[in-house]
DNA sequence: TCTATATAGTTGTAAATTGCAACTAATTAA
DNA sequence: TTAATTAGTTGCAATTTACAACTATATAGA
């Protein structure tokens, strides 16, 4: 059975750094395109993957020494001209991460790139991390997605810096903060966030919590 | 080259008749579950698609003669468990048709069950419908989506009937033409639906429009 | 021809939400 | 003590949405 298939899993992670949207690259380990940059990826093991999910966390635990960053399934690209070797699927999925987790446990073998400045990359990569940015970018706009940019605990400052910057534009502190209280998904930590100003209430998100959407209407 | 992995597409056709959501499904050629209900699928084909939308599309026209409806990628479902023959990859799409369309291009070898009200189905199919009816609702919210589910023309009445039908729920009629007007993807047409009361005028979809997607705002 | 009725389509306004700007609060540095 | 800077709140105008009543146009039947 099969079809001479090649079934693979792709993974675009973002972090937030220096202020700027990043994806995490890694070089590749053999052909095709050995020795380029690009996304972590590999085969799904029909022995030992539960599904495509257990094989994308796999590949990235591998890859950038990630345990468990939030991860979601993004599309699956396909067909006979994305990949020199032959017909194709990708299974590709988007991951977040704070700089801090990435920093403390990536091994170093990664690259970090800003999306608004990618290179030429192998495969379909590019159009996969644009298709992903799109994902972000929209989902931001109705749904907690951004808190998973950040360590386990932030100010809600640094929560609306983080929406500002993945969205690509200024938000309204009041309005901002009201929508955040009116979701209910954060909960204040006891500790406060001091520095060379006004302290400030530091939350994280409310365990056992599933991704919060906001209300939409027709 | 390829790891035995089985790799489908599934397709989840929907259509509005008589005021509920119903979903396509063909009775099984081959083993396994032959003879069974089940949503309409097939083999990828290395040779001859040219990805697995093109794949979804075939599969769609051979098992219900379908020409071109809506068709759109759902998700992946994956994994060792799913199929009694191997790990298997399944690309799932959903799709929109009017009733009319259905009924004058398919050729009765399909089944239509409501939505609400189905029996066990092969496989993960009952988890894979589910998850399109999720989609479908939601997706609806904040987009034209159930304009496909209607013909060519349509009042705008029959058009808010089919987001109430597809959502669950009444709309405010004045709410609705105001969103409906505001977002500018239908044009009139000169004929008008005459009936037993006052005739309403006739819509379609703007030409050369991709899906009308609502404003969000954080 | 007149009237009742049913559906199409619009209008007015109250209620809710959002956007904007100014305000108060708490800290450090000088 | 004061200036500066960031945290966080408040008030209100502007906009959007929800709700209900209104007008419009057809058919059917008396």
């Given at each position: 059975?099969?079809q001479g298939i090649i079934t693979t899993v792709d993974v675009v992670?973002?972090?937030?750094?220096?202020?700027?949207?990043?994806?995490?690259?890694?070089?590749?380990?053999?052909?095709?395109?050995?020795?380029?940059?690009?996304?972590?990826?590999?085969?799904?093991?029909?022995?030992?993957?539960?599904?495509?999910?257990?094989?994308?966390?796999r590949v990235l635990g591998d890859k950038t020494g990630l345990v468990?960053?939030?991860?979601?399934?993004?599309?699956?690209?396909?067909?006979?001209?994305?990949?020199?070797?032959?017909?194709?699927?990708?299974?590709?999925y988007y991951a977040l991460v704070s700089i801090d987790v990435l920093?403390?446990?990536?091994?170093?073998?990664?690259?970090?790139?800003?999306?608004?400045?990618?290179?030429?990359?192998?495969?379909?990569?590019?159009?996969?991390?644009?298709?992903?940015?799109?994902?972000?970018?929209?989902?931001?706009?109705?749904?907690?997605?951004?808190?998973?940019?950040?360590?386990?605990?932030?100010?809600?400052?640094?929560?609306?810096?983080?929406?500002?910057?993945?969205?690509?534009?200024?938000?309204?502190?009041?309005?901002?903060?009201?929508?955040?209280?009116?979701?209910?998904?954060?909960?204040?930590?006891?500790?406060?966030?001091?520095?060379?100003?006004?302290?400030?209430?530091?939350?994280?998100?409310?365990?056992?919590?599933?991704?919060?959407?906001?209300?939409?209407?027709?």
């Amino acid at each position: 059975m099969g079809q001479g298939i090649i079934t693979t899993v792709d993974v675009v992670l973002f972090t937030l750094k220096e202020g700027r949207l990043q994806v995490v690259l890694v070089r590749r380990e053999r052909d095709p395109y050995k020795g380029q940059l690009a996304l972590p990826g590999g085969y799904i093991h029909a022995d030992g993957d539960i599904d495509s999910q257990s094989a994308a966390r796999r590949v990235l635990g591998d890859k950038t020494g990630l345990v468990s960053p939030y991860l979601e399934q993004l599309f699956t690209f396909s067909g006979g001209a994305r990949d020199p070797r032959g017909w194709s699927v990708s299974i590709t999925y988007y991951a977040l991460v704070s700089i801090d987790v990435l920093m403390s446990q990536d091994k170093a073998r990664s690259t970090l790139l800003r999306v608004d400045d990618l290179p030429q990359l192998p495969f379909d990569h590019n159009r996969i991390i644009d298709f992903a940015v799109d994902r972000l970018r929209s989902k931001s706009t109705y749904s907690a997605l951004p808190c998973h940019l950040l360590p386990e605990v932030f100010t809600l400052t640094e929560l609306q810096q983080t929406y500002e910057r993945v969205l690509g534009y200024k938000l309204d502190k009041s309005a901002f903060r009201r929508k955040i209280n009116d979701l209910d998904f954060l909960e204040a930590v006891d500790e406060i966030r001091t520095g060379v100003h006004r302290p400030a209430r530091l939350y994280r998100i409310k365990p056992a919590r599933n991704l919060v959407l906001f209300d939409r209407t027709i």
